[in-house]
């Protein structure tokens, strides 16, 4: 079985999908947060499981 990976979050990556939660809720409904907010936690949990699936970082090579 292959390994599953640990996602990490820098401070300000987590301060931006809070603000953008924020955004989305307030602008159009908690129902639209949630939406994107469950999109989200698919594709990290896609990342996490299969990361050769993601797109290799440019600038940090072990991203």
């Known amino acids: 079985m292959a390994e599953i990976l640990e ?3 820098s401070p300000l990556a987590l301060e ?3 603000l953008l939660l924020d955004y989305l809720e307030a602008k ?3 129902e639209s947060r949630n ?3 469950d999109k ?3 594709k990290l949990e896609q990342v996490r499981e299969y ?3 993601a797109t290799r970082s440019s600038k ?3 991203l």
């Open 7 to 9: 996602l990490l979050f």
């Open 16 to 18: 931006k999908i809070e």
């Open 28 to 30: 159009y409904s908690r």
């Open 35 to 37: 939406q994107y907010l």
């Open 40 to 42: 989200l936690k698919k």
């Open 51 to 53: 990361p050769e699936s």
């Open 60 to 62: 940090y090579a072990n």
